[in-house]
């Protein structure tokens, strides 16, 4: 066959047997249609080197995968027998081909892979089936390969003309095919479709998906066009009415704006850098047109840079004794904290420039720690502004979020300061010890900037993106207790704890501050209601349980609601209040003074706790009964607490003989210490002398003075450790009625720290030992309410009768007992420690047993 006359004319075209096969990326060759090609890799420019000296014909073959020298299995079987009709060969090796499809071919093997394919062809044969039906489908695609191109900027008219000229609807279905825009799997479904109608069908399906999509852009475009053709029209009326102001000598409202905001920027105060930044995008916004995205935002960054107190501030009201008046009106005691501001007035007198102090106030819910601040910035003549920080999770609440989100804000901190209209205000932070930490950041790390004096002087939001000077403000933050916060952070603050109030000092509040306010609340005057100091006691002893007066004010708002109710019925024209009244408006008694109206017990001592609401009593309970020697540890324990109670009991074990205990007791029953509430959770070391002696008295079977408290740790050699929150442990005993108060020797200084009337109302003992506790808690043997204890050397002498009429008397034992003995609990036993340390009581005869019984139903 000539080189440059291929039979196009041809019925059956000459294809050879075996062609080399040109694997294609992303396309398609169909019959007739020409297509250009760049071959680049040198296998393939061998190839046509070798196709143009033999026939000119390759086998042009779709990869069903985009890689660069597809195998066997990543080639379609259908393809096209392609002839190369002109060649370019390009300086850099490539080649540039101008192919045409002949016919298309299946591949029945590969004969060949190296150094390019070889495959063994046969020709496909089309199926067409001259119908009217047919003749109807090519039309209609021939009608929507029209409007497509009307559609399709990619499409020029002359292809719908050639479309046209073409008569046979098998080549029709291969042009359209080869022009449109569709995916390469579709272009092979069509090119594998032998049945021409088959093909023209599904050519149909994919002309109008086509069409739908340029449609759907159409509409896009033009709404698009309309709407740019709107704002066009409306700069051009606005540029119209800009000459025609300044004709008439008038200023359109953009331009007062813009000027307004300047006369704003001059009289701010602002530093240059901040200062800067406003007039470059004062700039940008006077450039910018009003329907612009970025006009709101840049509009709304310059009100918030304008209307800050760059250099605005209050002046302190420097009269001292003014101060301490407004602060002792506020709030009754707390004079470390009103000392604490005095100071800061005193030096702040001194010296003018003085940085802000940043204070934490610790104490429990109801102490008054929001309310000082408030009172603080009235003594300063300072405005005063507070945010909540509980439940805080985003760094951005105190930083800001920047302006590239779309209603970015500044943070709370330069919120704060721009509602409070002053650089200098008292800013509160309330519940700094309830922020919390998630994937958005860190609230209390963003905060050191803030708390820091050395740093808080260039503090940098995110949404200003300039410094703002914070140093002149008086941070006060407030937390219920200094554990959960970030070290750091509190490294940074002047802890001052504000501790629970006494008894005496809530009557003061609620005579002064509690009666007045709630008064006027409910609209009651002086004439009309009087509740006596009694009734304030009693509510204080009976209703409430608590270190702060939260609760207080509610039931005296729930006495003033009562009267006000019988005062509008017309009932009574006033009334006065007594504490036999309380009954009748209050309902009965919620709480009680457990230590004075209970008798003393045996296993059962009053220790002292601290809670995040004041100190508290906790009793410690403690039973023997028969069993393996297991220790069990209910009442919802923590880890430290219950390491305590194995102490505890270790030391007990080990001094057990000196108290006449038999050595045997240990392996035959079960020590079970229980510190109700159960539901409550309770943990650290503080408990352990009160378990100590709790366990004593079970042992010993002598009886716990019920009006001694006790706090303290224990080592297993006996000695008490030092314990914290001894201030609020020892209201909660006052509060209770305990007489003595127990506490570890090296706490004895902080005793100063407790007011004076409550020193002298309580007796407190110092210990450095265990045994000096139990001396003092514990009934002398013999005297502990009719139970008898053998004498050391009797004891020892009897042992072996101790144990025959032992068993008898655990028969005798109450239910309870017994089921806490058959099924110790699962979460208190230690078995490993409990067997070898349980301690017995020593028995000396059946009826010391017997009288044992007794004193565990008690």
């Known amino acids: 066959m000539p080189d440059n006359d291929f039979p196009m004319g041809m019925t059956e075209p000459y294809i050879p047997d075996i062609l080399p096969v040109l694997p294609l990326k992303d396309t398609v060759i169909y019959p007739h249609i020409i297509v250009p090609l760049l071959i680049t890799r040198e296998e393939y420019v061998k190839l046509i080197d070798d196709a143009l000296t033999a026939d000119r014909l390759v086998a042009a073959m779709a990869s069903r995968e985009e890689v660069e020298t597809p195998e066997p299995e990543q080639i379609y079987d259908i393809g096209t027998a392609a002839a190369i009709i002109r060649m370019l060969k390009l300086p850099d090796g490539s080649m540039q081909l101008f192919v045409q499809g002949v016919q298309r071919i299946r591949v029945v093997e590969y004969v060949e892979t190296q150094p390019y394919l070889k495959a063994r062809v046969e020709k496909v044969q089309e199926i067409v089936e001259e119908s009217v039906e047919l003749e109807g489908i090519a039309r209609n695609v021939l009608t929507q390969f029209k409007k497509m191109v009307s559609l399709a900027p990619y499409l020029p008219n002359e292809i719908f003309i050639a479309a046209m000229n073409i008569g046979e609807p098998n080549n029709l279905a291969d042009f359209i095919a080869s022009n449109i825009n569709i995916d390469l799997q579709e272009k092979q479904e069509l090119l594998e479709a032998l049945d021409v109608k088959d093909r023209l069908e599904k050519l149909t399906v994919f002309l109008n998906k086509e069409i739908e999509i340029l449609e759907i852009g159409s509409r896009i475009q033009s709404e698009v066009q309309t709407e740019m053709s709107k704002s066009q029209r409306e700069y051009f009326l606005r540029e119209q009415l800009k000459a025609i102001q300044k004709e008439l000598g008038e200023v359109d409202e953009r331009t007062l704006e813009i000027n307004e905001f300047r006369e704003k920027m001059d009289e701010s105060g602002m530093p240059e850098a901040a200062r800067k930044e406003a007039e470059r995008e004062l700039d940008r916004l006077a450039k910018m047109p009003v329907a612009a995205a970025e006009y709101t935002v840049a509009r709304t960054y310059l ?341 305590s109670a194995k102490a505890a009991l270790t030391y007990c074990r080990s001094v057990a003989e000196n108290y006449g205990v038999a ?16 539901a409550i959770p309770k943990d650290g070391p503080s408990a352990g002398v009160t378990m100590a002696t709790a366990l004593m008295s079970s042992i010993t079977q002598r009886k716990v003075r019920k009006n001694v408290g006790m706090t303290g740790e224990i080592t297993l050699r006996g000695k008490v450790l030092p314990i914290g929150g001894l201030k609020e442990k020892v209201l909660a005993a006052h509060r209770a009625g305990v007489k003595k108060v127990i506490i570890p020797e090296e706490n004895q200084k902080y005793l100063e720290e407790i007011p004076a009337f409550i020193r002298k109302d309580l007796r407190f003992i110092p210990v450095k030992h265990i045994e000096e506790v139990l001396k003092i808690a514990l009934y002398p043997d013999g005297k502990s309410g009719g139970v008898r204890t053998a004498k050391p050397a009797a004891a020892a002498k009897k042992r072996p009768a101790a144990k025959k009429a032992a068993k008898p008397a655990a028969k005798k034992r109450p239910g309870p007992a017994r089921k806490g003995a058959a099924k110790p609990s699962a979460a208190g036993a230690s078995k490993p420690g409990a067997k070898k340390s349980t301690p017995v009581r020593k028995a000396g005869s059946k009826g010391a047993a017997k009288k044992r019984g007794a004193a565990k139903k008690t």
């Open 303 to 643: 009100e918030w840079l304008t209307s800050l107190p760059w250099n605005l501030s209050t002046e302190d009201n420097l009269d001292i004794k003014r101060a301490r008046q407004v602060l002792d009106e506020d709030h009754y005691d707390l004079e470390k904290v009103k000392d604490r501001i005095i100071e800061y007035l005193a030096v702040r007198k001194l010296k003018a420039d003085m940085k802000g102090p940043i204070l934490c106030f610790v104490g429990p819910p109801g102490v008054g720690k929001t309310s000082l601040g408030q009172s603080i910035a009235r003594a300063l003549g300072r405005k005063f502004v507070r945010i909540s920080l509980g439940g805080m999770h985003d760094e951005a609440e105190i930083r800001g979020h920047r302006r590239t989100y779309i209603g970015a804000l500044p943070g709370r901190i330069i919120r704060g300061i721009q509602r409070a209209g002053s650089n200098n205000p008292v800013f509160m932070l309330d519940e700094v010890d309830k922020i919390g930490a998630d994937f958005r950041g860190d609230p209390a790390s963003a905060l050191l900037e803030v708390l820091d004096p050395e740093q808080n002087h260039s503090f940098s939001d995110h949404y200003l993106d300039v410094d703002f000077d914070l140093s002149k403000v008086m941070f006060i933050t407030t937390a219920n207790t200094p554990v959960p916060i970030h070290p750091a952070l509190l490294d940074r603050m002047e802890v001052l704890e504000l501790p629970g109030y006494t008894e005496v000092e809530k009557v003061h509040i609620a005579i002064d501050h509690l009666l007045p306010r709630q008064y006027e609340f409910h609209g009651l005057k002086k004439s009309q209601i009087n509740i006596t100091e009694e009734a304030l006691r009693a509510i204080i002893r009976n209703y409430t349980r608590e270190a702060g007066v939260r609760n207080l004010e509610r039931e005296i708002a729930t006495v003033c609601r009562k009267v006000a109710k019988d005062i509008a019925a017309g009932k009574r024209k006033s009334r006065k209040i007594g504490e036999k009244d309380l009954h009748e408006l209050l309902g009965p008694s919620r709480f009680r003074f457990e230590v004075l109206e209970e008798e003393d017990e045996i296993g059962v001592a009053t220790g002292l706790a601290w809670t995040e609401s004041g100190g508290d009593v906790l009793f410690v309970e403690s039973q023997v009964m028969p069993g393996e020697g297991d220790l069990i540890l209910t009442g919802k324990l923590g880890d430290v607490m219950q390491e």
């Open 663 to 678: 050595s045997d007791f240990f392996k035959n029953n079960d020590m079970h210490v229980h510190v109700p509430a159960g």
